[in-house]
């Protein structure tokens, strides 16, 4: 069911003990532009080498010359456009700071795809070329140049584990795959691109062309290698051996619902912010390698941290078993999911399932008056949802509104709302939850199904497209 957003008035003392958020952050449409000139200008960096390397008068001439241009152009695009998916997951701050991890990952995802085509493009079009050039069979010449260029054997290594990289990666077959696999699968990306790296630099004529394109091609190369080792596996390791952080106890919350608190030391100087999340190895014994993306669940005190999870794979349910003292490792923090981004002064927390965690740590975080705040939570049953407790105390604190949405969803529609309000459109509902919502910034948190239906829901109720914030966590 549907009801009605209620205000709480039972308290007016803030809840102590914990940081409050009040900067705005300013647009990072900026810091957007930049990557997307960047990623513009390596590209035409590249064409710029490959023309001065007489590529265009490669094409002008005869067939097989013409043919093994097209192959030399689509393989230097798609090596940097390889590089530039590994840089936008290496956790560049900056780039987190603009994007988000679920916009950065979608980024990844589709220029990830775009190299991988390229180099397969690549390998034809140089081995067509060759083998006209040579008037050989396609067949043999492939062979010869496997096994006689110096590197090809490892180039060709990694471009197949770049396939499998990407074929794991299409919707369908990650549907099929457990989370863990799937991220085992995928770190053969990084062992994919670092094998084509000898084939480059000892048989790429438009790498070792002029001292221009040596030049481009190393720092490339560097810039890559170095933000990899820098933010994907140094700052980790840093935070980890300085915060030290261990689980303090684990406490059931629902039916499959678990919170894990844990301290360390010098946890007010981690730069967390309540609604982001870090990814997390926990040191239990095997699969501890497997980092899990889990927000904080409660505002970051300075003293502990806390997590909430759901038993919905073979990750989380370890979750339930950790003993007290299980040492941790971390990842982050990440996401834009918090009061930095803010675009209002009035703020709509939607949550779903699980989801509403780290809107919990927004909630209890957010600086504002009273009536400014509105909780939506979506839940299958009321009685079971977690951390429902925790808000209302919250909302009472801070004069925030709480409106429960419950049920099951509606059958054959793709719709954020239950069964009981079905005769409501998306936008209705939450215009009747928030009559004011137009004036908000909307969070949001939930399956990404549900999150998409809430956000044209948001869009249809007039609420801008910048004041719409969310994380998406799905592989």
């Not at 990952?105 to 390998?123: C, D, E, P, Q, Y």
């Not at 490892?154 to 584990?161: D, F, H, P, R």
């Not at 619902?257 to 912010?273: C, E, I």
């Amino acid at each position: 069911m549907v009801r009605a957003a209620r205000s709480r008035e039972a308290a007016t003392s803030d809840v102590p003990g914990r940081s409050r958020s009040t900067g705005r952050a300013g647009s990072s449409r900026w810091e957007r532009d930049i990557t997307g000139s960047l990623v513009w200008a390596s590209l035409l960096v590249v064409l710029a080498l490959w023309v001065s390397n007489g590529g265009v008068q490669d094409l002008a001439g005869p067939r097989a010359d013409a043919v093994i241009a097209l192959g030399r152009v689509t393989g230097l695009l798609a090596s940097d456009l390889m590089l530039v998916q590994v840089l936008l997951m290496a956790r560049i701050p900056w780039l987190e700071r603009a994007w988000g991890q679920d916009g950065l990952a979608a980024w990844h995802r589709i220029v990830g795809f775009v190299s991988v085509n390229g180099m397969v493009l690549h390998i034809v079009l140089i081995t067509v070329g060759y083998s006209m050039a040579g008037d050989s069979t396609v067949v043999s010449e492939f062979v010869s140049m496997v096994l006689d260029y110096p590197g090809m054997l490892l180039a060709l290594a990694g471009t197949l584990l770049l396939i499998m990289v990407a074929v794991t990666s299409v919707r369908r077959a990650r549907r099929r795959l457990r989370y863990e696999s799937w991220h085992l699968l995928h770190l053969y990306a990084y062992l994919g691109t670092g094998l084509a790296l000898p084939h480059q630099l000892w048989t790429g004529a438009d790498f070792l062309a002029s001292q221009a394109a040596t030049l481009f091609w190393w720092s490339l190369w560097g810039l890559t290698a170095a933000s990899v080792l820098v933010w994907r596996i140094g700052l980790p390791l840093v935070r980890t051996l300085r915060h030290r952080l261990v689980v303090e106890r684990v406490v059931a919350e629902a039916p499959g619902v678990f919170s894990v608190y844990l301290t360390g030391r010098r946890l007010d100087r981690l730069p967390v912010r309540a609604g982001q999340f870090f990814v997390w190895r926990f040191l239990d014994g095997p699969g501890w390698s497997r980092g899990h993306p889990y927000s904080l669940s409660a505002a970051p005190d300075g003293r502990s941290l806390r997590i909430t999870v759901q038993d919905v794979g073979d990750g989380s349910s370890r979750v339930a078993r950790m003993a007290p003292g299980t040492r941790a490792m971390i990842e982050g923090p990440y996401g834009r999911l918090h009061g930095g981004v803010r675009t209002r002064r009035k703020a709509t927390l939607m949550g779903a399932g699980i989801g509403i965690a780290p809107l919990v740590a927004l909630l209890e975080d957010l600086d504002n008056d009273r009536g400014e705040l509105t909780v939506i939570y979506r839940v299958g049953e009321e009685s079971s949802a977690p951390l429902r407790a925790e808000i209302d105390r919250l909302a009472a604190a801070k004069g925030a509104r709480v409106a429960v949405v419950a049920g099951h969803r509606i059958r054959g529609r793709d719709s954020w709302l239950p069964e009981s309000a079905a005769h409501l459109t998306d936008a209705q509902a939450l215009q009747q939850l928030v009559p004011d919502i137009a004036e908000h910034d909307v969070f949001l948190c939930g399956g990404s199904g549900w999150m998409e239906a809430a956000r044209r829901a948001a869009l249809e109720a007039q609420v801008r497209a910048s004041s719409i914030h969310l994380e998406r966590f799905s592989w």
